[in-house]
């Protein structure tokens, strides 16, 4: 399964949105050329399968950079850690499960944003103690982003129809398959130490 690596797939990430942010800058409607629909792959589109990975999460040159620079950033720091196989298997499971969810369900994916937030909550679990800079100015530990991020999401889950639940806990499953079971151990054992200190006050 190691052929499966793709090494410094944080490039491959950051050209796909930096190319759909030009395209879209020439022409608006490209969004529902790259845009997955499954009706239109089940008419011979298939090219979608691979073309909503260039859906830009902004139309702003400002802001693309910011968001160029930190996918890179966050997808190169997880590749260090993981290496090129675990960190690609963690992205590919990600796009798989959108693509399935999207082609199952008819559900049309017009946005990567919960993709890309994957990705950063993955980064901020692994590395909580880093510093950036909100705006470019306000320094904010990952951990707090990843946190705000997770109440976010709770926060659409229980707002969400039934369809817009499945698609969560879908395209979320890579992080909890791959975080889950660290995350419900710290967890117990942080309702545990908190128990033991009631009882020393008690």
Partial sequence: MRWLAIPNIAILLVTLQALGFLMLMMDPTWLERLALFPQAVFAGEYWRLITFLALPLSLSPVWMIFILWFLYFIVNSIEQLWGAFQTTFYVLLSV??????????????TSIADFESTLFLAAATLFPEFEIRLFFVLPVKMKWLGVLTLVFLVIRFIGATWLGKLYLLAIYFNYMLFFGPALLTRAKDFIRRERYKRKLRG
């Fill in 96 to 109: 798989f499960l959108t693509i399935g969810f999207s082609l199952v369900t008819g559900y049309p994916i």
